[in-house]
DNA sequence: ATTGAGCGA
């Protein structure tokens, strides 16, 4: 299943990330979203685990915890859309908002 | 040096 993992330390790594949710089962995939130019990590990322029970368990038991220090907030993720591909999967922003 | 709700080029 796919978890969304937030309120994260800017310092926080993929790595770092990956070997926390390691203790609870196996990690296909741990990423921490960081911005493109500055390389300044957003302070939010993703965890992809295939088993879903461990990955359940993970949430309830990291949900709350401190990582690099502060805590983090983790729940399901939401469905990645597949479909806006139009711009390379990037969505330009025609005001100072941000609309999805 | 700088930030802090939110869901991913």
Same mark, same amino acid.
């Given at each position: 299943?796919?978890?969304?993992?937030?309120?994260?330390?800017?310092?926080?790594?993929?790595?770092?990330?990956?070997?926390?949710?390691?203790q609870?089962?196996?990690?296909?995939?741990?990423?921490?979203?960081?911005?493109?130019?500055? +390389?300044?990590?957003?302070?939010?990322?993703?965890?992809?685990?295939?088993?879903?029970? =461990?990955? *359940?368990? =993970?949430?309830? =038991?990291?949900? +709350?915890?401190?990582?690099?220090?502060? =805590?983090?907030?983790?729940?399901?993720?939401?469905e990645?859309?597949?479909?806006?591909?139009?711009?390379?999967?990037? *969505?330009?922003?025609?005001?100072?908002?941000?609309?999805?």
């Open positions: 299943m796919n978890i969304f993992v937030g309120s994260l330390s800017f310092s926080v790594k993929d790595d770092e990330l990956k070997a926390v949710f390691e609870y089962g196996e990690v296909s995939s741990a990423r921490v979203l960081t911005d493109k130019f500055t +390389g300044r990590s957003k302070g939010f990322g993703f965890v992809e685990m295939p088993d879903d029970a =461990a990955a *359940q368990k =993970a949430v309830d =038991a990291l949900n +709350g915890t401190e990582i690099g220090g502060r =805590a983090v907030v983790v729940n399901q993720a939401r990645r859309s597949e479909e806006p591909r139009r711009n390379g999967g990037y *969505q330009k922003r025609d005001n100072g908002f941000k609309r999805y």
